[in-house]
C-alpha cells in the first residue's frame, strides 16, 4: 500500500537504504593485499593522470623551446660568423691593399682607426714579433692582450685565400676564366701575391694612355665584327680587352682586329720584365732546367730544345716575382680584430659540451615543471579525496556527513554543493520518517476503532444496532477520506494529475461552494460569505478547482468560532509582462498578463508566524493533540499546494493570531490562456 500512494517517497527512502550487496560489487574474491592495490590505485588515478598530462606536455613544449632555440641560434651563429667573416674580410682586403702599395707601415694608422669605427670592433695591426704598428682604440687605459689565434696575417706576397675569396681589391688574377687578349696555354698565375702588388710594372702615364687608346679601338673593333668587349685596367695600369662571350681567346684571334698589340711590353715595363726574366732562369738553372722567354701578360715560351717542367716554370716565377717586389711592398703582419660581442659566439657555440648545457637546462625545466605540477596535483586531489570519503559515509548510512568548503574555486563549490546535497538528503529523510509515523498514526486511529468495536460485537458485549453500524460507517468513511487524499496527493506530487483545464466563471464556482458548505457552517454558527466579481474567468479542471476550493472552506469553518465569518472572493489582477516573460512592472506597450485570484479568508483564531512556514506539510494540523473530533486528515493544504502547481499557480497564506487567516489562490485566467 505505501508503494503503491507514495511512489517518489518510496524511492527517496529506497535510496538511503539501499543494501550494501546491491550497492558495492562483491569484493570477496579478491585477496586484501589486492584490494588495497586497487583502492590506492583508484584512489591516485586522477593524480597519476594530471602527472602524466602535466609530463608529457612539459617534454612536448621542452623539446619544441629546445629545437626552436637550437635551429634560432644555428640560425644567428650562421648570421653572426657570416657577418664577422664579412667584416674581417673587408679590413683584411682594406689592410692588404695598403701593403701592396705602401713600403712600410708608417702611416697606417688612420686607416686603421677608420676600419674600427665602421666595423664596431678594435682593429690592431703588430709586427710578427709583436711590435704595435696601429691601434683602432689609440691609447686607451685598456692595452691591448693579444688573443692566442691571430684573425690573420697581411702579406701582400703570400695572401689569404680563406678571407680574400680568391680576388683582393676587386681585381682579376691572370688566370682569370673572363678572356682575354692573352690566349697562351702556357700563361700560368700567381695567385699567392697580391694583383696589387705591381711595383717596377707600374706603367707610367704616358704609357698607359697609349695603352689605353689601342685598346679603346681594338674594342671598336671587335664590336663591329659583333663580338661584345670592354676594357679593364689592371692595378699596373696597363689595360686588356675582355670579351666574356669568346671561348679561350679563340674568338679573338680568329677576328680581323690585331688583338696582340696588347702583348708587347711598353718602355716603362721592359726593364722590370727584363730582371723578373733573369731572375726565372736563374733559379730554372740552379734547378737544372733550360731556360725561358717570359711575355709582360705572364705567359712564358722555352728557349731550349727541351722544354722545362710547367710545374717548375710556375715556381720559380712565383719565388721571382716576390724576390722583385719585396723592395715595393710592406712587410709581413698580424692582425687582430677583436670585439666583446663576439664572447657570445663561443658561449652559443653549438658544440657537444654547450649541447650538453642546453640538454641539462631542459631537463632542470622538466624537473621543476613536474615538482610543481605535483604539488598543484597533490592539493587538487586532496578535497576530491574528502569528498569521496564523506560520499562513502553517506552511502553507508551517515546522512548528517559533511566535508569543509574552502575558498572560491569549483572545488569549494562542489563541497558547498555536496554538503547542500547532504543537508537535503537529512531532510528528506527527517520528512519520510515522520510522515511515515503521520500515516501510522493517522490510520491507526480509525483501524483501531473498527476492530474494537468489531471484536466487542463479536465477544457479545455490543449489539450491533443502528447508531454502532453509523458509527463504523463513519470511522470507515474517515479511513477512505484519509486514502483518497494520500492518492491525490501522490499522483499530485509524481505529476500524474491529468488536467482538463476549461474557462470557470468563478462567481459560479464559489456559489457553489457556499451552498454545499452551508449546512455545515450553520450548524457550527459560522456566517458564508461572498466576493466575487462575475466576470472573472479562471483557466482550470473545475473539479481540481472544487476540490482546492472545498478544502480551503472547510478548514475556514472548522476553525473559526461561533459567530465568525468566512468570506469567498474573486478578483482579477492584472500585471505587466515583459518580452522575455517574466512578470514585473514594466513601460506601456509591454503585454499584460491576467491572473485570477480566489480568495478563502477567516476570522478564526488564526496561526502563528512561526508555523506559518508548516502549514502545507503533509499531517501539518493546529491541533497538537491531533484531536479527530475536528475532523480533517491534515493533508488538505498539501494537497491543495500541488493542485495550485500542476495548475500552473500559487497559494499563499497570510494569518494574523487572534485576527484570522486569508489563504490566496493565483490561478492563470482565460486570457493568459489565449495567449
Given at each position: 500500500m505505501t508503494r503503491a500512494f507514495f511512489p517518489d517517497h518510496a524511492g527517496v527512502a529506497g535510496s538511503g537504504t539501499v543494501p550494501l550487496a546491491e550497492a558495492a560489487p562483491d569484493t570477496g574474491r579478491q585477496s586484501p593485499r589486492r584490494s588495497r592495490f586497487t583502492a590506492r590505485l583508484r584512489q591516485r588515478s586522477l593524480l597519476i593522470r594530471l602527472l602524466a598530462v602535466s609530463a608529457l606536455v612539459s617534454v612536448c613544449s621542452i623539446t619544441a623551446t629546445a629545437w626552436v632555440v637550437l635551429n634560432t641560434t644555428a640560425v644567428v651563429l650562421g648570421k653572426e660568423r657570416g657577418q664577422a667573416l664579412a667584416d674581417d674580410a673587408r679590413i683584411y682586403d682594406t689592410l692588404m691593399g695598403w701593403a701592396a702599395t705602401h713600403p712600410d707601415w708608417n702611416?697606417?694608422?688612420?686607416?686603421?682607426e677608420q676600419l674600427g669605427r665602421k666595423a664596431g670592433h678594435r682593429v690592431v695591426l703588430t709586427t710578427e714579433d709583436g711590435r704595435m704598428l696601429a691601434d683602432s682604440d689609440g691609447d686607451t687605459?685598456?692595452?691591448?692582450?693579444?688573443?692566442?689565434?691571430?684573425?690573420?696575417?697581411?702579406?701582400?706576397?703570400?695572401?689569404?685565400?680563406?678571407?680574400?675569396?680568391?680576388?683582393?681589391g676587386g681585381t682579376q688574377s691572370a688566370t682569370s676564366d673572363t678572356q682575354s687578349t692573352t690566349g697562351d696555354t702556357q700563361a700560368t698565375t700567381t695567385a699567392a701575391i697580391d694583383p696589387r702588388a705591381v711595383g717596377p710594372f707600374r706603367l707610367s702615364v704616358k704609357?698607359?694612355?697609349?695603352?689605353?687608346?689601342?685598346?679603346?679601338?681594338?674594342?671598336?673593333?671587335?664590336?663591329?665584327?659583333?663580338?661584345?668587349?670592354?676594357?679593364?685596367?689592371?692595378?699596373?695600369?696597363?689595360?686588356?680587352?675582355?670579351?666574356?662571350?669568346?671561348?679561350?681567346?679563340?674568338?679573338?684571334?680568329?677576328?680581323l682586329c690585331p688583338v696582340d698589340v696588347l702583348d708587347a711590353p711598353v718602355a716603362s715595363e721592359r726593364a722590370a720584365l727584363s730582371a723578373l726574366n733573369g731572375l726565372v732562369d736563374s733559379c730554372l738553372r740552379g734547378r737544372g732546367v733550360g731556360a725561358v722567354t717570359l711575355t709582360i701578360t705572364g705567359a712564358w715560351t722555352q728557349r731550349t730544345r727541351t722544354p722545362p717542367p710547367a710545374s717548375s716554370v710556375a715556381s720559380c716565377l712565383a719565388t721571382s716575382r716576390a724576390q722583385q717586389l719585396a723592395p715595393y711592398v710592406a712587410p709581413a703582419a698580424v692582425l687582430f680584430v677583436a670585439s666583446h660581442g663576439r664572447t657570445a659566439t663561443t658561449f652559443f657555440d653549438l658544440s657537444a659540451a654547450n649541447r650538453l648545457r642546453i640538454a641539462g637546462w631542459?631537463?632542470?625545466?622538466?624537473?621543476?615543471?613536474?615538482?610543481?605540477?605535483?604539488?598543484?596535483?597533490?592539493?587538487?586531489?586532496?578535497p576530491l579525496r574528502v569528498l569521496t570519503t564523506a560520499a562513502i559515509r553517506m552511502e553507508g548510512g551517515e546522512l548528517s556527513t559533511r566535508v569543509p568548503v574552502r575558498g572560491q574555486d569549483e572545488i569549494a563549490r562542489l563541497s558547498a554543493a555536496f554538503n547542500a546535497m547532504s543537508e537535503r538528503r537529512e531532510q528528506l529523510e527527517t520528512v519520510r520518517?515522520?510522515?511515515?509515523?503521520?500515516?501510522?498514526?493517522?490510520?491507526?486511529?480509525?483501524?483501531?476503532?473498527?476492530?474494537?468495536?468489531?471484536?466487542?460485537?463479536?465477544?457479545?458485549?455490543?449489539?450491533?444496532?443502528?447508531?454502532?453500524?453509523?458509527?463504523?460507517?463513519?470511522?470507515?468513511?474517515?479511513?477512505?477520506?484519509?486514502?483518497?487524499?494520500?492518492?491525490?496527493?501522490?499522483?499530485?506530487?509524481?505529476?500524474e494529475l491529468r488536467l482538463s483545464p476549461v474557462p470557470v466563471q468563478a462567481d459560479d464556482l464559489l456559489s457553489t461552494v457556499v451552498r454545499a458548505a452551508k449546512a455545515?457552517?450553520?450548524?457550527?454558527?459560522?456566517t458564508l460569505r461572498l466576493r466575487a466579481d462575475p466576470s472573472t474567468v479562471v483557466d482550470a479542471d473545475p473539479v481540481r478547482l472544487r476540490q482546492m476550493v472545498d478544502n480551503l472552506v472547510s478548514n475556514a469553518?472548522?476553525?473559526?468560532?461561533?459567530?465568525?465569518?468566512?468570506?469567498?472572493?474573486?478578483?482579477?489582477?492584472?500585471?505587466?509582462e515583459s518580452a522575455?516573460?517574466?512578470?514585473?512592472?514594466?513601460?506601456?506597450?509591454?503585454?499584460?498578463s491576467d491572473f485570477v485570484l480566489l480568495t478563502v479568508s477567516d476570522t478564526g483564531c488564526g496561526i502563528p508566524a512561526e508555523e506559518l512556514p508548516h502549514v502545507f506539510d503533509r499531517f501539518w494540523r493546529s491541533e497538537k493533540s491531533r484531536n479527530r473530533q475536528s475532523g480533517g486528515s491534515g493533508l488538505g493544504l498539501a494537497i491543495v499546494r500541488r493542485l495550485a502547481e500542476a495548475h500552473g499557480g500559487t497559494v499563499t497564506v497570510l494569518s494574523t493570531p487572534g485576527e484570522g487567516t486569508a489563504v490566496t489562490l493565483r490561478l492563470p485566467s482565460e486570457a493568459r490562456r489565449a495567449k
Open positions: 702611416a697606417v694608422g688612420p686607416t686603421v687605459a685598456h692595452p691591448f692582450q693579444p688573443p692566442r689565434d691571430a684573425t690573420a696575417t697581411v702579406n701582400p706576397l703570400a695572401t689569404d685565400i680563406g678571407l680574400s675569396g680568391g680576388t683582393t704609357d698607359g694612355r697609349y695603352l689605353s687608346d689601342i685598346a679603346h679601338r681594338l674594342t671598336h673593333c671587335l664590336q663591329q665584327e659583333g663580338i661584345p668587349s670592354h676594357v679593364e685596367v689592371q692595378p699596373s695600369g696597363r689595360p686588356r680587352v675582355v670579351a666574356p662571350g669568346a671561348d679561350n681567346g679563340g674568338a679573338l684571334r680568329a677576328s631542459a631537463a632542470a625545466v622538466l624537473l621543476i615543471t613536474v615538482t610543481v605540477t605535483s604539488l598543484a596535483g597533490f592539493r587538487l586531489v586532496k520518517r515522520a510522515m511515515t509515523n503521520d500515516i501510522a498514526h493517522e490510520l491507526r486511529t480509525p483501524v483501531s476503532n473498527l476492530r474494537g468495536w468489531l471484536e466487542a460485537v463479536e465477544d457479545g458485549i455490543a449489539r450491533p444496532d443502528a447508531d454502532l453500524v453509523a458509527s463504523l460507517l463513519g470511522q470507515a468513511l474517515q479511513l477512505q477520506h484519509i486514502i483518497d487524499d494520500l492518492r491525490d496527493l501522490a499522483a499530485a506530487e509524481a505529476g455545515t457552517a450553520d450548524a457550527q454558527g459560522v469553518v472548522r476553525h473559526t468560532p461561533a459567530g465568525g465569518t468566512v468570506t469567498l472572493g474573486a478578483s482579477l489582477e492584472r500585471r505587466e522575455a516573460g517574466d512578470l514585473r512592472a514594466a513601460p506601456d506597450g509591454r503585454r499584460r
